[in-house]
């Protein structure tokens, strides 16, 4: 179905299922930078709030007290989890229909994240009954979930410690750490520790922070004893202090200098320093005086799903102050992901000025802010329903106007159809929106009509939670501090992914917005890595606990545990970051002689209920839980296939359930059941095309439409591990790898890359180029670090002058009428720096160049060339900005400017009717030159703009086709591309290649088609 007139209302492409939004006949003139106004000027009267058929809104933020008593039979201090996860129900008293907290083991030290011995930490050794105990020298183990402060803006930590058990002198120590990361060694001066305390035997006390070495900012002493009994409270207000008491004695300590407001949100680690093996510190009185936190956030740790933003603690003085720094600790959940800043008006895409928005800035610490008027923010990865609700929840705290209830300043959440939206909440692309006033009126935005809602009373702040159901359902309910303020059916359907931004509006120079607490139920887009049998007890090679190895890459992996019924390495897995195999509880081999066929277990359900109970608190370690792998392959029937996908979901209810596919059935139509979260399928060294294809042809028979996708790259091409791969090279698997990440890049429904195998210690030796991309790969992943926009799509339109955009994902964005129209030629490029690109144009009869900096306005006007030259624009010489160039095809020479007048490189390429196109082919910064000879569809992209050494050519297109090009899935390399004016569709191609990467549909006949970093 084809748009004519509604821009970006959304559609999908016959079986193509691609994006569609064509520009209207006619394009008003705008002005892209200017700010809206404070209210609508045409809202309809306040509404009623729906018919009440909106999916309820997920409760994301669930905070508890926390308790440990440590109380636990002795006989149950046994190999291998020695009482530290067992009993914790009874330990703790968790409130009904909850699990106790279990408890990470992590290294505690400064020189390894290798956690030690399952012995070194015990829970009631029947030499220290009821305490928690450390032996053996030095080791940490985490709380499951974090420290949050109260109502009051403070936490409290207590417990009991006996540095050195039976001794009242030594240096020896026990610590409590409180680090915002998950990741922490719980060593009390690493640089990740906000802040840490050391009790010695002897009564000294210290407090440490992020990294200062071994001196400690602040000392003080009690008089020794044997044991200390420590209460450790936080303040996260202005006066940013710390109230330690120990023994009733009580300090109160000013943070360091450099900390503007201690964190709101902490992981604790408790640890033991021991200078002897022969020497025990404990925790806990024996008497029940375990270990007790005011407050936990439980919402932040119970499941691999949401993603939570804290926004606390990240470094502000920063290229994008604070933006997308440290997002691995200051988010506590187990997905990442970071931000663009962007101008939240509607219109062309812009930059806000810098400085638009910030995270934890001096004046407005531990939350996202708005100082500078008109901005937002878009979360990079969307928002994505899952397969029991077929929903999703986005919450935030948005405070409108800091310091005031009153006036039509508001802060804004939406959810957009377009992954690259402007954040302007009255946009188009936006399915559901939710503009805040300071004074609680509340207008409701849906594809860009306002509704008006009933008002809330005024607030300093208001907690807002969007729920909405995708598809069919087309329902969506809105939470305003409580209140259900519309619950019913939308006005199109909401998109299953959707792009979250937070914006702001301000009427006056120093006003400020701020938000805190991001939540999302569950995020799409690439956010697990890890490794498939990353341990396998079946195997003498494999059989250790390799995760340490991949720690800082990987936030997801696969153990296996083939007919070992220990459970230990569960203690060394951080909450809800591990897959576990059922093999053992579901299947049996189908007969002695042949052990790779498999049967139903008859005992399955029972098995699967006993294994529960073994895991028994530990379950908040498990994320997902694996189906037999390659059931079909193992001669498995979908029937029995199905038995096991619902034996497995009564077991696991909240876990996510993987269904792993080989490739032949992923060819196929296999049967998938309908309950199974993610499904993927391998088929190793074969390249990008066969796996596209299989990908394509997997979503075409799933079960459910909010069924999510993984894929397997190879790890290795060692003989008998990854069938196709042993003749390949380490070079070839490590391509492979980097075309997983980009087809991933492609496709938000791709969440999971699973590598097969890590084979242990000695593997970096053995393909070092292939570990190398997977450690870039996974810590782009697990830390959300930016990588490269992708190529998005837009159009000039000649007869009026207009420009159009849409996102990456197809969707219309924005548009504005710049230049004049007629034979004006169209460009695109960051002329002042790195960034978004804005547009310009360009006149060949005067060879004129007109650029603007807004997408309204001319910044700059000067000639450039003689008419007849066809106009070019690049970085030439890696500068950062973009500059112009022309190329004259009567002596096929392309001229290239670094300065907008001068000519900085002059080079002859191709041939007498061919076209040029220029790009960054190499991904090094630096945009190199190119020609197209349009009769036979063939590329030739040279690496210098100096020396004629064009690379071999490439066909690719149909006759007719314009040459294109664009960094089509966000690699940093522009590869080849067509645009097709027959269907106005752009065609994008994967790195000297003819394979289409990249397919959208944009624009109207006679359009002229633009690529361009836009969103």
């Avoid at 399915?431 to 509704?451: C, E, N």
């Avoid at 991001?518 to 956010?527: C, D, K, N, T």
Wanted: hydrophobic share 35%; aromatic share 8%.
């Amino acid at each position: 179905m084809i748009l004519t007139q509604r821009l970006g209302r959304g559609l999908l492409a016959g079986a193509s299922a691609l994006a569609l939004a064509l520009l209207p006949t006619g394009l008003a003139p705008t002005t892209a930078a200017a700010a809206p106004a404070a209210a609508p000027s045409a809202v309809p009267s306040a509404a009623s709030a729906g018919d009440g058929s909106g999916p309820t809104p997920v409760d994301l933020d669930t905070t508890r007290a926390f308790a440990d008593t440590f109380r636990l039979d002795p006989a149950l201090d046994t190999d291998p989890l020695y009482g530290l996860n067992v009993g914790l129900d009874a330990r703790q008293s968790p409130p009904a229909g909850q699990h106790g907290i279990s408890y990470t083991r992590v290294s505690g030290r400064w020189d390894t994240s290798v956690a030690p011995d399952q012995w070194f930490v015990q829970t009631s050794h029947p030499d220290h009954p009821n305490q928690l105990m450390f032996a053996k020298g030095v080791s940490a183990v985490m709380l499951g979930a974090p420290a949050v402060a109260d109502g009051t803006g403070r936490y409290t930590v207590s417990t009991v410690i006996d540095p050195f058990v039976g001794d009242t002198a030594a240096g020896d120590w026990g610590s409590i750490v409180l680090s915002r990361s998950h990741r922490s060694n719980g060593y009390v001066t690493g640089a990740d520790v906000d802040l840490g305390l050391t009790v010695t035997s002897g009564g000294k006390l210290a407090l440490f922070h992020g990294g200062g070495g071994e001196t400690p900012f602040w000392t003080g002493t009690v008089a020794p004893t044997a044991q200390y009994a420590v209460s450790l409270t936080v303040s996260t207000g202005a006066d940013r202090a710390v109230t330690l008491t120990v023994n009733g004695t009580p300090f109160t300590v000013s943070a360091p200098a450099g900390v503007t407001r201690w964190p709101g949100s902490e992981f604790l680690y408790l640890g033991a320093y021991l200078s002897s093996p022969d020497r025990v510190t404990t925790f806990g009185d024996g008497a029940g005086q375990g270990l007790s936190v005011s407050a936990v956030d439980t919402g932040a740790t119970r499941s691999a799903k949401p993603l939570v933003d804290t926004f606390d603690g990240a470094p502000n003085a920063t290229a994008d102050f604070g933006l997308n720094q440290d997002l691995g600790a200051r988010q506590p959940s187990l997905v990442s992901a970071g931000y663009t800043a962007v101008s939240g008006v509607k219109g062309l895409a812009l930059d806000p000025p810098a400085g638009s928005v910030q995270v934890n800035s001096p004046a407005n610490p531990n939350v996202l802010s708005f100082p500078k008027g008109t901005a937002a923010v878009r979360l990079n990865k969307p928002a994505t329903s899952d397969v029991p609700t077929g929903a999703y929840t986005v919450h935030a705290v948005l405070t409108p106007l800091v310091g005031s209830t009153s006036g039509q300043d508001w802060a804004s959440l939406a959810v957009s159809n377009a992954s690259g939206g402007t954040g302007a909440v009255d946009a188009e692309d936006v399915a559901l929106g939710l503009r805040v006033q300071a004074d609680g009126a509340l207008t409701l935005f849906q594809g860009g009509t306002p509704t008006a809602l009933a008002a809330v009373p005024p607030a300093d702040s208001y907690e807002v939670s969007l729920a909405l159901a995708a598809g069919d359902r087309q329902q969506a309910s809105v939470k305003v501090n409580g209140a259900t303020v519309f619950s019913g059916r939308t006005a199109a359907k909401p998109p299953r992914d959707g792009y979250v931004s937070l914006g702001a509006h301000h009427s006056a120079a120093g006003q400020v917005t701020t938000v805190d607490d991001l939540r999302v139920s569950m995020l799409g887009g690439l956010g697990y890595y890890g490794y498939f049998d990353i341990r396998d007890p079946d195997s003498s090679n494999y059989g250790v606990n390799h995760a340490p190895e991949v720690a800082q890459w990987t936030n997801l992996n696969t153990y296996l545990r083939g007919q070992d019924r220990r459970l230990e390495f569960l203690d060394q897995c951080l909450p809800a970051s591990c897959v576990i195999d059922l093999n053992q509880e579901t299947v049996v081999p189908s007969s002695s002689e042949n052990s790779w066929q498999f049967a139903p277990n008859p005992n399955a359900a029972q098995n699967l209920l006993d294994l529960v109970r073994r895991i028994g608190p530990n379950i908040d370690k498990i994320a997902a839980v694996d189906m037999t792998d390659e059931a079909y392959s193992h001669g498995l029937s979908p029937a029995q296939v199905q038995t096991q996908a619902e034996q497995i979901r009564a077991a696991f209810p909240d876990k996510l359930l993987i269904m792993s596919l080989d490739h032949w059935n992923a060819e196929q139509t296999a049967p998938i059941p309908s309950t199974v979260d993610i499904v993927g399928f391998d088929y190793y060294c074969v390249g990008r095309g066969e796996i596209q294809w299989r990908l394509a042809n997997l979503k075409t028979f799933l079960s459910s439409p909010d069924q999510h996708l993984m894929l397997f790259p190879e790890s290795t091409n060692e003989q008998g591990i990854a069938d196709g791969c042993s003749g390949k090279t380490d070079a070839d698997v490590a391509a492979y790898n980097e075309q997983y990440r980009a087809i991933a890049a492609q496709d938000p429904r791709v969440v999971y890359l699973q590598n097969f195998r890590w084979l242990g210690p000695d593997q970096p030796n053995k393909v070092p180029l292939t570990v190398a991309a997977q450690q870039r790969i996974g810590k782009a992943v697990v830390n959300a670090t930016p990588t490269p926009a992708p190529a998005s799509a837009g159009v000039y339109r000649p007869s009026d002058g207009s420009f159009g955009e849409a996102a990456h994902n197809g969707w219309f964005t924005g548009q504005t009428v710049f230049g004049g129209g007629g034979n004006a030629v169209p460009l695109t490029g960051h002329w002042n720096g790195p960034g978004t690109n804005t547009i310009g144009v360009y006149h060949p009869d005067t060879a004129t160049f007109q650029l603007s900096n807004d997408n309204a306005t001319v910044a700059a006007t000067f000639p450039f060339g003689v008419p007849g030259d066809i106009p070019l624009v690049g970085d030439w010489s890696g500068q950062g900005r973009t500059t112009v160039g022309v190329y004259r095809p009567g002596d096929q020479t392309f001229y290239l400017s670094d300065d907008n007048s001068t000519v900085r490189y002059r080079i002859k390429l191709g041939n007498a009717g061919w076209k040029p196109l220029v790009g960054d082919w190499d991904g090094n910064g630096t945009t190199t030159v190119a020609v197209y000879d349009p009769q036979t569809q063939t590329f030739y992209l040279n690496d210098s703009n100096q020396t004629e050494n064009p690379r071999p050519g490439v066909r690719f297109g149909n006759p007719g086709d314009l040459p294109i090009k664009g960094d089509w899935d966000g690699t940093g390399k522009e590869t080849i591309g067509v645009y097709r004016p027959g269907d106005q569709t752009f065609y994008g191609a994967a790195e000297n290649s003819n394979l289409v990467i990249y397919s959208k549909k944009f624009g109207n006949p006679g359009d002229v088609p633009l690529v361009g970093n836009w969103g």
